[in-house]
């Protein structure tokens, strides 16, 4: 029995087991995630070149004219101005808002965990949800917002009307559901500050405000790079936002006069509103170089922030 | 006073003084106010929204609204649907991501390198943008409408794979694993005998992400479900989306929606911010 088992035959499946083993393993994600990832990805590009309505059979190939299509496109421009614009609304406020929360929750606090938690809690909320309520507290007639302006004096506001007006809406939507999640971000690398840092700088006579503008901001660049380039890829991707923000019909124009129709939002309405497959792939492609472009200029940009 | 709080500042100087309490209360009330007011909402009849000034204390509508909203809508479908969808993949992609992690952090084999290279790549690409051809690919499967629709292409995600290979590599030391080969375990038995039992804390993380997000996700179903057949983000767009607006019915669907993940989040909060300022997450 013993020879048996340490003999020729058991060595073969010890190699094979071995050797060979690892390959099924990691089988079922490549398989899973080659067909259901990857694969429309590519063939994305694929349907962009031809014209592919789900509505009609005829599948035409038309090599670039869509991409030709798109660029003389007034609803994709206006569609990309509004994503730009509400993209930066959102992004910049939320990672300054963030960096203070941050440094604040660095200090010695009592119930830090509740605090850490309270700011968490915007990011576990579903975007529908969220959205919904901040429709209706920026809503014309009986949204909370418009009564707070009528407080203080000032007069009430169509926020899904105006384009700054709604841009601003759904900006505060991304933001207050991203503020905090970034803030524990930035958190995270605040702690491996050297507490060495802020003690010369102390003895030195440094007020908190430069040391936080010398020592922290400096020794976070990396996170912030990482922040801003994730903010990036997030926020040219917004769909759910705006196309909720139009309480009262789920049509995806993105307001009556396209006043916050992002990119995304355009490649639905094309896509899965008028089933026009070919020119929402090309959309797809356009976004996805557009991101890669801004992301890139964005690390560029962020990099530069000084180094102590 | 200010003298005292000038003393207690330079003796411990890192410690937090009124203002930073005053701003992170703030702060936390601003975290809470929307859901707060949507609970609200969802407890009074629809002549309280109209009201000026606006009411801030729940009322006592919430149970007849709750029964509203299962009338007007399949929402207790959508909830079975939601339930089924987050937790198959919440179930698979911890599963298949700490085996896959398993093989690229502790296991040599041609290929290893290029391959976990290619998994950590695709997770920077806006998945989103697939959309069309996996609609197209379900329409061929017969699957449009149907729940496995929202499951399958779930089941596995590179950012598991990426977390977990991460994990397993610092966390299983290879002796442990070298002396299970010596007593002759299989590649198998290891996985079952060691792996699986040392990479619980990380697949904790992982499953909570996982089924928080599927939970959360709202733009495939819409896409490639049906109002019959809902997910409960789904179900909640098409409660919001008709032409008379009724808050009171939209806010108690809004609240029925949010309760079961702000319940997950109460009960595994530190774990889930753990996980987020060990960088584990990202995105």
């Known amino acids: 029995m013993t020879s048996l088992r340490s003999g020729p035959r058991r060595r073969w499946a ?3 087991d071995v050797k060979g083993s690892p390959y099924l393993y990691i089988a079922p994600f490549f398989l899973l995630f080659g067909l259901l990832g990857m694969f429309p990805l590519l063939y994305t590009a ?3 070149l031809t014209d592919w309505n789900l509505l009609d059979s005829n599948r035409e190939w038309v090599g670039l004219a869509n991409y030709a299509e798109l660029l003389a496109d007034d609803y994709f421009w206006n569609a990309l101005f509004n994503t730009v614009s509400i993209w930066l609304l959102s992004t910049v406020p939320q990672l300054l808002a963030a960096l203070f929360i941050a440094h604040m929750l660095n200090r010695r606090l009592r119930a830090r965990t509740l605090f850490r938690m309270g700011v968490l809690l915007p990011n576990v909320t579903s975007i529908v949800a969220v959205t919904i309520i901040f429709a209706q507290l920026f809503g014309r007639d009986f949204g909370m917002v418009n009564w707070a302006l009528d407080l203080v004096g000032l007069d009430p506001i169509d926020w899904q009307a105006g384009t700054l007006s709604s841009h601003v809406a759904i900006s505060m939507i991304v933001i207050w559901r991203w503020t905090g999640y970034n803030a524990l971000i930035y958190l995270a690398a605040m702690q491996t500050i050297p507490e060495g840092l802020y003690e010369a700088a102390r003895l030195d006579g440094a007020s908190q405000f430069t040391q936080f503008r010398k020592i922290t901001v400096p020794m976070l660049r990396p996170t912030i790079i990482f922040t801003a380039v994730v903010s990036t890829i997030g926020g040219f991707q917004i769909i759910a936002e705006p196309l909720l923000f139009q309480a009262g019909t789920g049509n995806p124009t993105g307001g009556s006069d396209r006043q916050f129709q992002t990119v995304g939002l355009y490649l639905y309405e094309q896509g899965f509103s008028m089933y026009e497959f070919g020119y929402a792939s090309a959309i797809a492609w356009s976004l996805c170089l557009i991101i890669v472009v801004v992301a890139l200029v964005n690390f560029a940009i962020t990099r530069r922030i000084r180094s102590s | 006073m200010a003298t005292v709080t000038a003393v207690r500042r330079r003796l ?3 410690g937090a003084g009124f203002w930073t309490y005053a701003a992170l209360v703030a702060v936390l009330l601003g975290s809470l106010f929307p859901i707060y007011w949507s609970l609200v909402v969802a407890s009074h009849d629809n002549d309280a929204i109209a009201s000026v000034p606006p009411v801030l204390t729940p009322g006592g509508h919430l149970f007849e609204n709750i029964a509203r909203v299962f009338d007007t809508t399949p929402f207790g479908l959508a909830m079975l649907n939601s339930v089924l969808v987050s937790g198959s993949v919440t179930i698979s992609v911890v599963f298949f991501s700490t085996l896959a992690g398993f093989a690229f952090a502790k296991l040599r084999f041609r290929g290893r390198n290029v391959l976990l290279l290619v998994a950590i790549a695709t997770t920077t690409v806006p998945q989103q943008l697939g959309i069309i051809p996996l609609y197209i690919l379900m329409a061929e499967f017969g699957w449009t409408g149907k729940i496995q629709a929202v499951i399958v292409p779930g089941l596995v995600t590179a950012f598991g794979v990426f977390l977990m290979t991460q994990y397993l590599s610092s966390a299983i030391p290879d002796e442990l694993l070298e002396a299970g080969r010596i007593d002759g375990c299989s590649t198998l038995r290891l996985f079952w005998h060691v792996v699986l039992p040392a990479a619980r804390p990380a697949a904790a993380v992982l499953g909570l992400f996982t089924f928080m997000h599927a939970w959360n996700d709202f733009f495939w179903p819409l896409v490639v ?3 019959e057949n809902p997910t409960v983000q789904f179900a909640l ?33 530190r774990q889930i911010i753990g996980g987020i300022m060990s960088g584990a997450i990202k995105g």
């Open chain 1, 14 to 16: 010890y190699q094979l």
């Open chain 1, 46 to 48: 694929y349907v962009s």
């Open chain 2, 12 to 14: 411990n100087p890192r």
């Open chain 2, 225 to 227: 479900l049906t109002p």
């Open chain 2, 237 to 269: 767009s098409s409660l919001a989306s008709g032409y008379t607006t009724d808050y009171a019915l939209v806010l108690t669907g809004t609240v029925l929606a949010i309760v079961p993940i702000v319940a997950v989040f109460a009960a595994l909060g």
